[in-house]
């Protein structure tokens, strides 16, 4: 079974950075691609970020042009880098992996970003 562990999440104010981890018990060259979603409370998931297999990007109108993802896939890893954090951005973060049909998806990390 495929497992994706989340981490890096924290507290933070308003302004500050957070560097979150997904980190994926297989390679992530076996996903076509790999998100970040985040759900406040009260809230739907809504989608963040993406990279594909090819190692291109996608933004959310949201965070575009403070987020940005990344891999290292000699550590089965993809990052999102969170800059210039607002309290809007408070949520836990869960990485989601698309494998073929299939989706897998972390246990999260809460972001909290203080006013």
């Known amino acids: 079974q495929v497992q994706l562990v989340e981490s890096g999440g924290g507290l933070v104010e308003f302004g500050g950075s957070l560097r979150l981890s997904c980190t994926a018990s297989i390679s992530i060259v076996a996903f076509k691609a790999v998100a970040w979603y985040r759900q406040a409370p009260g809230k739907e998931r809504e989608w963040v970020a993406r990279i594909t297999a090819g190692g291109s990007t996608d933004y959310s109108n949201s965070v575009n042009g403070r987020f940005t993802m990344s891999r290292n896939i000699a550590q089965n890893t993809v990052y999102l880098q969170m800059n210039n954090l607002k309290p809007e951005d408070s949520a836990v973060y869960y990485c989601?992996?698309?494998?073929?049909?299939?989706?897998?998806r972390g246990q999260g990390t809460q972001v909290t970003v203080s006013a």
């Open positions: 989601h992996a698309a494998q073929g049909s299939v989706v897998h």
